[in-house]
């Protein structure tokens, strides 16, 4: 809850939706990870052994898609305009 109010003291609209977990999850994959075959993210450990619940981060830590590090994603994040999560 500590998350909650430190967004709510920011101004920043909060909305708890439950269900939704394995769509979003699936709409990130098919955005971030949908170059890739299924070996290559069995590889990166995209999935784990269900199929499901695997390392989403992956796709950035071994280097299949490309992203921000360090003080460059700290900078990029900043310049975000925050105002829903």
């Known amino acids: 809850m500590e998350l909650f109010h430190q967004l709510a003291r920011r101004n920043i609209k909060i909305r708890k939706q439950s269900g939704f977990g394995a769509q979003w999850r699936q709409q990130w994959e098919e955005v971030f990870a949908g170059h890739l075959t299924e070996e290559e993210k069995q590889h990166i ?24 590090t360090g003080e460059e994603a700290e900078m990029a994040f900043d310049q975000e305009e925050k105002t829903c999560c």
């Open 45 to 68: 450990h995209l999935h784990n052994r269900n199929g499901i619940n695997g390392y989403l981060w992956h796709v950035f830590s071994y280097g299949m898609r490309g992203c921000f």
